[in-house]
């Protein structure tokens, strides 16, 4: 079966280190996002990608890099992180046009940065 | 300033009491609704998409409607393996959308 996975699954770093989180989908979806999810805030949108090479900035970019050499994977890189990008990553597919029709998520990396 | 709301925060049912629950927009443009189901530790899953106000979704105990400001999901004679967590998201553009905070559901047996 199809399915979006992510990984880790967990993941606990210090301040200032560079970590990539890793998002691989077998649907054959051109359309990848990358969210994180907060208490108080929903869900909400890092960078995503309509295909291979392309890639854009969502509401909360900054501090955040992606890049997409291939149809399954979207890996999201935290290049310096800092204790404000503590929180739950989920990364999505969806084949839809517009992006945003039928997504499917992945199970979600809790990252804790001290 | 788009913006989305749920409601309530949280809300507790007995098994077969049915109710609704709310999520309401301000937005400048909508091009589509979204409700999805999400449990503990794990991702959101797609329940509906609603397009334009009058239309109506339903799946098993769920029925979705969307009015021009606002849209419900009724959850008739629930379950316990009904209790998760609903968000709503509405998109706005091809690149803008908006996520709820989401209404936590427990069903009591």
């Known amino acids: 079966d199809a399915e979006i996975t992510q990984s880790p699954r967990h993941k606990i770093t210090e301040t200032g280190r560079q970590v990539t989180l890793a998002c691989h989908q077998t649907?054959?979806?051109?359309?990848m996002f990358w969210y994180r999810q907060d208490l108080g805030h929903g869900l909400r949108l890092i960078h995503y990608s309509y295909g291979v090479q392309d890639t854009n900035k969502g509401e909360v970019s900054d501090g955040y890099s992606v890049s997409r050499s291939n149809t399954e994977d979207l890996p999201l890189t935290l290049e310096s992180a800092a204790s404000s990008q503590t929180s739950v990553y989920f990364c999505?597919?969806?084949?839809?046009?517009?992006?945003?029709?039928?997504?499917?998520f992945g199970p979600g990396t809790r990252l804790t940065v001290l | 300033e788009d913006q989305v709301t749920q409601s309530p925060e949280a809300l507790r049912l007995q098994e077969g009491e049915s109710s609704s629950l709310n999520c309401s927009y301000t937005?400048?443009?909508?091009?589509?609704l979204f409700w999805y189901r999400q449990d503990p530790g794990k991702g959101p899953e797609f329940l509906f998409t609603l397009y334009s106000a009058g239309e109506e979704k339903e799946k098993e105990r769920l029925k979705a409607t969307l009015t021009k400001k606002e849209s419900f999901l009724h959850i008739t004679a629930p379950k316990p393996e009904d209790s998760a967590t609903y968000l709503c998201?509405?998109?706005?553009?091809?690149?803008?959308?908006?996520f709820g905070t989401g209404t936590s559901l427990t069903v009591i047996p």
């Open positions: 999505a597919s969806t084949s839809g046009a517009g992006g945003h029709v039928e997504q499917f």
């Open positions: 649907w054959n979806h051109n359309n």
């Open positions: 937005v400048s443009g909508l091009r589509g």
């Open positions: 998201a509405v998109q706005v553009s091809k690149d803008q959308f908006y």
